[in-house]
């Protein structure tokens, strides 16, 4: 059984707890929080913290905290030659404190505090500076989803790039969409079954494949009646710079066969 | 019984096929292609055609070609007084032959041929000229989706700029982070079940709510990490741009409150 304490209980933090509480093979010693906060009463017997001083023994502590707060926090830990890992997608291992032994155990989801994960089909992407940590890494993420990787902080850096394009990116189309429907007072949740059937395709199609529209078919004519129909300077310039982008991505596979 | 002629066999035409043949309330009298194509066996008794001038009557005529053939296969129909609609996202009702009634049945989804999809769940837009025709629509389109709505061609534009920013756009964004994976020899799939959840989001928060990530941080560190990070000038520039309009739109927000 491998005993794990929480440090941080936002988004990250919460659903970490669920998952590792649902485990066989993993349990949750303590969770730390700055502020007052409570457990779901399923976890009473699970010690709730606020103090450093408290922290009890564990085999991995991990920290759940804000990117810019992982530095100082892995500073502040009262003890030294534990396993401390960071859960961030976009942080290096070695801004962990090297008084104790790094580590990174990366969830690649994108969570909100109301909304419940299927925590098994989420990646999760381990990284230690020592083999024994790394093998306890991957049993842990092992014990809460079916999918671990070993990646390093290069390789997990690039990826957070990828990462922002499908998630951060994505979302903000979806923002535009909202704005040009409510403009003309259409109702968003039409769009909705698209929505999911577009990330839907992915499963099983590459993206050049799914690729369909006016951009691809090179359709200069709706091209030019979108463009005229946007009353948004930026939303313009986003349809402009994402068409062209379709071109040239299509025309150069044209050329390549 | 609502007795329909489905007049292209593609994408759209084909899952039109599928769609009515399961209603009670609609049958398909013939289904036309210029080309020799044949139907599932299980619709052995619904004649194929080749021929305009194999065209029997029927209650409705929905065409379901290519964008820039609907106009031409419409002055074609060797009929006049029908109701002739067809399927279009980005084509005003207009473009159809004035010598039959016009109409428009638009199904708002994306299709692929070998990708069944579940019509209950699928908008579907339709317009007509005269208000019998409407309710016509109306009941056909009940009869096999549980969304019908009354849209405007006028509307209907709007609606498919909107639809490119949310399929289109979001695919090529899909599409250049499978670059990027590739590039570093990740596995894209990794970030699958973050594309399912980001659109999943949408289905219980507005975008603007869902919205994460450096940009709306103004998180000025990572966003120059990542952009040193991309090397292909387009997307750098599409990072550039979505960052630029995400900040834009999240510092608007703050000062409204």
Redesign the interface.
Known sequence: MISVTIIGYGNVGSHLVKAIYGSAYAKITQVYSRSAFSLPHTMDHIACINSFDDLAEADCYIIAVP??HIKHVSAQLPFTDKLVVHTSG?VSMDVLDPKNRQGVFYP???F?KN?D?DFK???I?IEAAQADDLELLNKLGASISE?V?K?TSD?R??????????????????????E??E??N??FS???????????????????Q???????RN?LQ?IK??TN??TDD?QK???S??T???K??HTTNERKL
């Open positions: 990117d810019d976009s690649l989801q994108t909100s909304k994960v089909e989420i990646p992407c999918k990787s990646i390789e850096a690039k990826m957070h790039v990828a990462a922002v394009f499908v998630n951060n990116f994505v979302n903000h189309l979806y923002h535009i969409s909202e040009i429907m403009e003309h259409l109702d039409l769009l909705k079954p698209l929505i999911k059937e577009t990330a839907s395709k992915i499963e099983t199609l590459s993206a050049k799914a690729q369909t529209g006016p951009a691809k359709d709706t009646r979108h129909q946007l930026t310039d986003i349809y710079l994402l062209k982008a379709i040239e991505t």
